[in-house]
């Protein structure tokens, strides 16, 4: 046999290997981390502007990747205006239970044959209807969508049942600790002011509502003076127009005054609240305090620093915490955005005999980030994710409309988020070190904690005044 094809084989296959890995060698240096690009600038999507005849501002991003129509129209109030606890919240669950026309289960039949969705909801700025279905269905998706928001009866049989399950809900909450933790802190930071209370509402609340207060409400929100429209699809905005003037037509009730709410009291000095969780092996730990809202000039660097301190795995709490310590598995901290007090929390879950020293431990961090400038490696590191996650966030038409969103309800200028990319992209130390200074604190704040009340008390009671509040946010002994 002639071994001198099979040599020939061997050695052009080790002459390929060999430059392959000498490619991958001088291509790739593997004792440095890869440099990833940050584009210069925010570029963000097109969209279109005009107004329906109702008045009705309304904005289109067109998607023409997909035969769908998603909706939202968007009023600007909700359960901060509410004067019984969860009523916002009930009154938009409600809408898709019956009309003057449909009843819950002709609505329900009527999207189901057409493969879309709607659904309503209420948060503590907005009350939101939403509409999605297949664009050749548009217009009669649009029927139903336009009769539950002009036309919802709140049949007393609906209320019932709807009632029955609320009132489930809660007591399923009433039992969760990372819930009871939430009590807490809402009742700490917030006291009387509404944003102290229940979104979906209390037992005692839930029970009182009836027809008389869901149509009150009803009919003060869903007015086309109070509303704004953000959509994403198949379509044009002159055919999306044509089709929404067609659907509410006449529709032309006046815009409800929106009362001034005002801002809750500033916390001052460090509270302990705690709402019970009887027998629980870990305590939930939230830590809050007030933080600038979005049209604040401070609100991207506090940002910033909310994404050093907590917001991803590589922050200083988890570092700390969770690498450190091993307290836990995990922390996290975001800014709970609304129109009158945002709010940075910070929240964990740790064993029930290591709450203390976490809670130092977070404590400690706070004082850091108030009285020290960060590194040089931090700023970069944050910058270079805020900026490439930022970019993320028009990756698809429902981002974009939450964004858009965002604009309207806060009256913040077109070119809003290449202001804040550009911000974020210049910031330097100094800027950050004034913020740290002026917004952060290991003594004006809330500390909210979930677990054994007696046990919580002895602990923590040498960090401030303890309360202790029940399931619903009631002081215990009232």
Not at 6 to 26: F, G, K, N, P
Not at 209 to 238: E, H, M
Request: proline fraction near 4%; hydrophobic fraction near 40%; include cysteine.
């Amino acid at each position: 046999m002639n071994k001198f094809p099979v040599l020939l084989l061997v050695l052009c296959v080790s002459v390929v290997l060999l430059s392959q890995r000498t490619m991958a060698q001088t291509m790739f240096d593997r004792s440095q981390p890869p440099v990833i690009p940050v584009p210069r600038e925010f570029l963000f999507p097109e969209y279109s502007r005009s107004t329906l005849a109702s008045g009705i501002p309304i904005i289109l991003v067109e998607d023409h990747t997909q035969p769908l129509l998603s909706i939202h129209l968007v009023f600007r109030k909700g359960a901060e205006a509410e004067q019984i606890s969860g009523l916002a919240n009930f009154t938009s669950q409600m809408l898709t239970r019956g009309t003057s026309s449909r009843s819950a289960r002709q609505i329900a039949d009527e999207m189901d044959f057409l493969g879309g969705s709607l659904y309503a909801s209420s948060s503590w700025d907005t009350t939101t209807v939403s509409l999605t279905v297949l664009t050749k269905f548009a217009v009669a998706g649009l029927n139903v969508f336009a009769d539950v928001v002009r036309n919802a009866s709140f049949p007393d049989e609906e209320i019932e049942r709807y009632r029955l399950q609320a009132l489930s809900y809660l007591q399923q909450n009433y039992s969760d600790p990372n819930y009871l933790a939430s009590v807490a802190l809402r009742t700490g930071l917030y006291g009387e002011h509404t944003y102290g209370h229940a979104l979906t509402g209390t037992t005692e609340s839930i029970g009182t509502i009836k027809r008389q207060d869901c149509l009150a409400w009803y009919n003060d929100v869903f007015t086309p003076g109070n509303a704004f429209i953000v959509a994403t699809g198949n379509v044009s905005l002159d055919q999306l127009k044509q089709m929404l003037d067609a659907a509410f037509e006449g529709w032309t009730t006046a815009k409800s005054e929106k009362e001034h709410i005002g801002s809750p009291a500033p916390v001052k000095g460090r509270s302990i609240v705690i709402s019970e969780k009887a027998e629980a092996a870990q305590t939930v730990l939230l830590v809050g305090f007030f933080a600038p809202s979005v049209p604040d000039a401070d609100y991207p660097a506090m940002q910033f620093l909310n994404t050093l301190l907590g917001s991803v795995f590589i922050s200083r709490l988890n570092a700390n915490l969770r690498e450190e310590k091993g307290y836990t598995y995990g922390v996290n901290s975001y800014i709970d955005v609304r129109q009158h007090s945002s709010a940075l929390v910070i929240g964990t879950s740790v064993g029930r005999d290591v709450t203390l020293p976490a809670v130092k431990e977070i404590l400690g961090e706070l004082q850091r980030i108030a009285s020290e400038p960060i590194t040089d490696e931090e700023l970069d590191l944050t910058k270079k994710y805020m900026l490439g996650s930022f970019a993320l966030r028009t990756a698809t038409p429902y981002q974009v409309i939450g964004l858009l969103s965002s604009l309207e309800l806060f009256d913040l200028p077109e070119e809003y988020y290449g202001q804040y990319y550009q911000t974020l992209a210049s910031m330097t130390k100094e800027q950050l070190l004034d913020v740290q200074k002026r917004r952060f604190s290991s003594e004006n704040l809330v500390i909210a904690a979930s677990g054994d009340t007696v046990y919580l008390q002895d602990i923590l009671g040498e960090l401030g005044p303890v309360t202790v509040v029940s399931a619903e946010g009631v002081h215990a002994g009232k």
